[in-house]
């Protein structure tokens, strides 16, 4: 079994169930357009998001991404040091580096330091597009260069008494990828996150992922992870989901459907939401039920009527919708114990 | 390595390349629908092409459909071994049954004698929906019990002095089939036929035959493989192929690798991408040349180095790579058709 790390709530290794992760592609400073994206990823079923922090600005932007998204956010960072720290400092839940592209030992202690002291975890990513030099040894498959490099970070992260951290080694190669991961599943405990790089389109990025990550997950291996399209990335959500369905590593059991919020709520939907969960989570159920929990009458009818049991929030009365049939209008107030008792019945 | 078999002119097992079959969905009655959907299959790639044969009519038709086929023939019978003397005499190239639901013995040597006699090989096909009571012990998996099957009904025809035979044990189960030809590889040298059974819909299949059909090839276990969908069969072959492509076992003609974009890229890359795709298609080559369409600066430059063409976006510049060296820098719409005039000129 691997060590148990959390990037925000979401727990991965341990006993930890396989969790979803995707990457932003929208520009980073434009937080309201990222914010929109987390928003479609989040009812897409991602668990983790990922967001690239090139520049200043973007940092900027990370605060309010942070504080408003319903994801954990994890900051990708390349050779810039300064930014990884001031990342760590708007308040993400993890961080992502290549510690191959950043050059100063001291910077990359101080970033090891900071993360310890907000108590986030680093995923050492490396990459077969960026293996250093000095990892190229002649004699040796890119699947041993990458391990040889990654195995030499994990001990500097160790030696730094540092070890909230996870593991990548994507190659573009399937076959390469899989034999880093089972090479370095054997080598150390720390999770791992899997992900084919550049995999390319819908159709020939859905199939490589489905061969790397899915004969990883199918013997065992693998904690978190990316399926990379060059596409919108809510459609990574969904190969990424059916993968672990194939795999029996995906149990439906209740699923909540909620809305991610916006202007047009009326009620507190996050909590309602929060609060439900809670309670779900100690009844027991063999059934896949599907509960749409909807802040307002703009999507909420439609999403609450695709789902076993659903409920839209109106400025003064929940609908609660079976089955998709509406079978009763109450007071906001009362509806939350309406839903579990449903869910009990059913 | 397995034993050599020939189903027509394609060679299996030994050293043959891994070899694509597909199965029609006309009515094998209707020979002119069957044989036009046949050689929609061909052009697609096909290689081996199974047809249903339920019926007497269906005998009759099978003739006129070996004669005008662009590809051999298998036979697929189940519970009437009359019909498959009868299919053997039309001319197949081979027959795919399941001994376990032939249940005369005398007729199953006269299957093997008759197959014998015309040169052809069989597929020995156990399913996981069809297993005989006799092999569903407790206490053994059904991965196991699929395998028991099978031994028991090789040695039959080994008894028979027949061994021109080749082995599926399809699941729709994938973590099951994936035992379970892992097991069978191990225990005999006939070549191996993989697929999933009722894989699903063109999104579900997809990735279901992904995981089951690419995770053995990667372990270099299989020699031909069906992709199944509920989908048209030419659909099939577009998935087997890129299984085969993304697994380095089928010459690749033209490969794009480009990342999934995020925050990083300065240009519209999915676009870009996409209208390359579209040139790409239209340009006939026999070499196989590797690009690589990167949108920044991080992974860029070395998956761009690793490919025979590549391109790395910077915020202003295309950075132009050929096998690994750079040799231009443009305007980034230029780039495109540089691209395309490099491929040409390849």
Redesign the interface.
Known sequence: MKREIYVGRVGIGGNHPVSIQS???????DYSS?LAQIKRLYIAGCEIV?????DQE?VISLKTIVSESPLPIIA?I??NPDLALKSIKAGIDGIRINPG?ISSISKLSKIIKTASQHNIPIRIGV?????EKKYQKSGKTRAEMMVDSVMDKIKFFEDSGFCNIKISLKS?D??ET?KAYRMIDNLCDYPLHLGI?????I??????S??GI??LL?DGIGNTIRV????D?VK?I??AE??LK???LKEKGIEIISCPTCARVSVDLINIVKKFEERLSKIKTDKNIKIAIMGCEVNGPGEAKDADIGIAFSKSKAYIFKKGKLIDKLNPENSLEKLINMVIES
Request: without cysteine; charged residues 20%.
């Open positions: 990457m932003t592609t929208t520009d980073t400073r990222t990922r967001v690239a922090v090139p973007s990708d390349h050779f592209n990459n077969s597009g960026s293996i573009s399937v076959k899989i790089t550049e995999a390319g389109t159709f020939s990025g859905t199939i490589k489905s061969i899915g004969s199918a990379s399209l060059t596409d990335p990574e969904r190969v059916e993968i194939v795999l029996g």
